[in-house]
């Protein structure tokens, strides 16, 4: 299995060098821009994606908020099991690096000594995206865009043939789709019970102001205190 790509007449490898010719012919500014964006960046821009549509669906405090922060809990989870499964499919496959087989390769990352197949981080990106599409479809396109985009940087970094990003986005989206029914039927009933609780129901809908009929109303606790305060002010 370690020989996946040996010979460089075969596609994988040729939109490898194609892709990461595009490197060489790059300013080393922009190549070291990338090889950030691509081991770091783009990961942390989809965790600040998922946390920007909690806080999106926190404000809103929809009659369904527990189900959507229980998909958006759900985006993570999916990435770490998507990564564990890949444990043992890297060990089996065995395949090396390609720049370990292939000369004349621009790497933009040193230190790695691992196998390549498949992409921990084409898997963790798509798994974020696909996990955050189930929750909201708008901030789901953009994470899925910004998954493609890792795979791309994967490849023109250097560290990955493009079969590995395509393998890591398939083992992505297959365990944030095919486990989520359980997760959703697992998470919605915790995140509901949390809710409900009074310290952390602000991690599911906002304690200021609700939208009832797409007018602005007080939540029954706030509603509470406004009339105390009136009756105060009347007293006075």
Not at 86 to 105: A, C, S, T, Y
């Amino acid at each position: 299995m370690a020989g996946l790509a040996e010979s460089g007449s075969n596609p994988d490898v040729e939109l490898l060098y194609d892709i990461n010719g595009l490197a060489k012919d790059a300013p080393r500014w922009f190549d070291r821009v990338m090889g950030y964006v691509g081991e770091y960046g783009l990961l942390l821009a989809l965790i600040l994606l998922i946390v920007w549509c909690w806080w999106s669906v926190r404000r809103k405090g929809a009659e369904d908020a527990a189900s959507s922060v229980a998909a958006l809990v759900w985006a993570p989870l999916a990435a770490a099991i998507a990564v564990l499964v890949n444990v043992p499919i890297r060990g089996f496959v065995e395949r090396p690096r390609p720049f370990n087989d292939h000369q004349g390769l621009e790497v933009l990352v040193t230190g790695k000594t691992d196998y390549s197949f498949v992409s921990d981080h084409a898997t963790i990106a798509m798994a974020l995206g696909v996990g955050l599409f189930v929750a909201n479809r708008k901030f789901g396109l953009a994470g899925i865009g910004l998954a493609l985009l890792e795979g791309f940087c994967r490849i023109y970094m250097g560290v990955h043939y493009p079969t590995d990003v395509v393998g890591g986005f398939a083992l992505g989206t297959a365990v944030a789709l095919l486990l989520s029914p359980l997760a959703m039927a697992l998470l919605t009933p915790l995140m509901s019970a949390i809710e409900r609780s009074p310290r952390g129901g602000w991690l599911i809908k906002s304690r200021g102001r609700s939208r009832v009929g797409g007018q602005d109303a007080l939540i029954p606790g706030a509603r509470k205190e406004t009339a105390e305060a009136e009756e105060r002010d009347l007293a006075a």
